[in-house]
C-alpha cells in the first residue's frame, strides 16, 4: 500500500492562494496517474486535477482551469496544487490520489480542508 498525507490547507479569502502538498510512502510503484479530488460539503467526491506520470501531461476540472496547478517532485515522492484565485466554491476537503496497476486497493489519505468563507 501507499500511504498519503495531505497539508497545506487552511482557511483562506476569497482571491487568495494555497499550496496543496501530498506526501507519498509505503510500497510506491506502477504509479501511472497522480492526481487531486475535492468533497465539498454534502457532495461527492469529484476530481479537479490530474497527471499523467510518464508524460507530465495535466488535466484539469472546467473550474479549477485557468486557476489551479498539479505538479510533483519525484525525488520526494510530493505532488503539490498550487491554488490561485480562490472561491467559496472551492471550499472541502482536499485528497490525492496516486493511481496504477497494485494500487486498487490502496487507502484514501485524511485530506486537507480549504475553506473559502463567501
Known amino acids: 500500500q501507499v500511504q498519503l498525507v495531505e497539508s497545506g490547507g487552511g482557511l483562506v479569502q476569497a482571491g487568495g492562494s494555497l499550496r496543496l502538498s501530498c506526501a507519498a510512502s509505503g510500497s510506491i510503484f506502477s504509479i501511472a496517474a497522480m492526481s487531486w479530488y475535492r468533497q465539498a460539503p454534502g457532495k461527492q467526491r469529484e476530481l479537479v486535477a490530474g497527471m499523467i506520470s510518464s508524460s507530465g501531461r495535466t488535466h484539469y476540472s472546467d473550474s479549477a482551469k485557468g486557476r489551479f496547478t498539479i505538479s510533483r517532485d519525484n525525488a520526494k515522492n510530493t505532488v503539490y496544487l498550487q491554488m490561485n484565485s480562490l472561491k467559496p466554491e472551492d471550499t472541502g476537503v482536499y485528497y490525492c490520489?496516486?493511481?496504477?496497476?497494485?494500487?486498487?486497493?490502496?487507502?484514501w489519505g485524511q485530506g486537507t480542508q480549504v475553506t473559502v468563507p463567501s
Open positions: 490520489n496516486f493511481e496504477g496497476p497494485g494500487h486498487e486497493n490502496d487507502c
